[in-house]
């Protein structure tokens, strides 16, 4: 009997420790809530439904177990549609999407949040810092290395000290990766 039971609690262990993780995501509202009680860094994937490079973000990047774990460790990760229908509380303000048009098909109106954090371009990742005050965005594609570099410079506060572009790539060139990227 007690190896039947080892020996299904060894199954369940084996079947359960290949499940995938994955980036918990969560609404603008609820970090800024969870902000409130454990204050940690946002960082923000602001994407469309229409955009390429934010699903391949998705597959290549948001998969990656590094990336995974280090976000999830060290930030409140929110995922933003920004031209979605989300109500956005944030500085006393409310951000919607007043203009949304439900009945078209690719692009739709930007939300007022993704103009408030000046986002020109999709994907653009925003960081926030424990206060919930905007850092910035990062507009673009990144693979699992390069979003390495703005996940750590952003945690460790190194971005206080970049003040010219000649700076950040010193700071970048120095930089060495420690996420593992599988080929």
Known sequence: MKKCILFVVIMIFAM????????????????????KKNPKKIFLDAYTIW?????????NTFTNEDV????NKHYYPVKFNAEGTEV???REHTFTNPEYNPDRKGRNSTHQFARAMKI??????VFFDEKGNLIGPIPGYR???????????FVEED???ITTPEAFKAYSESFKNEFVVAN
């Open 16 to 35: 359960t420790s290949g499940i995938a993780q994955e980036i918990k995501w969560m609404t603008m509202n609820e970090a800024l809530a969870a902000q």
């Open 51 to 59: 955009c390429g490079p934010c699903k391949l973000l998705d597959k």
């Open 68 to 71: 995974i774990k280090y976000i």
């Open 88 to 90: 956005v509380n944030y």
């Open 120 to 125: 020109t371009g999709y994907p653009s990742l």
């Open 143 to 153: 693979t699992p290395h390069q979003l390495e570099l703005f996940l750590k410079l």
């Open 159 to 161: 971005y206080k000290k």
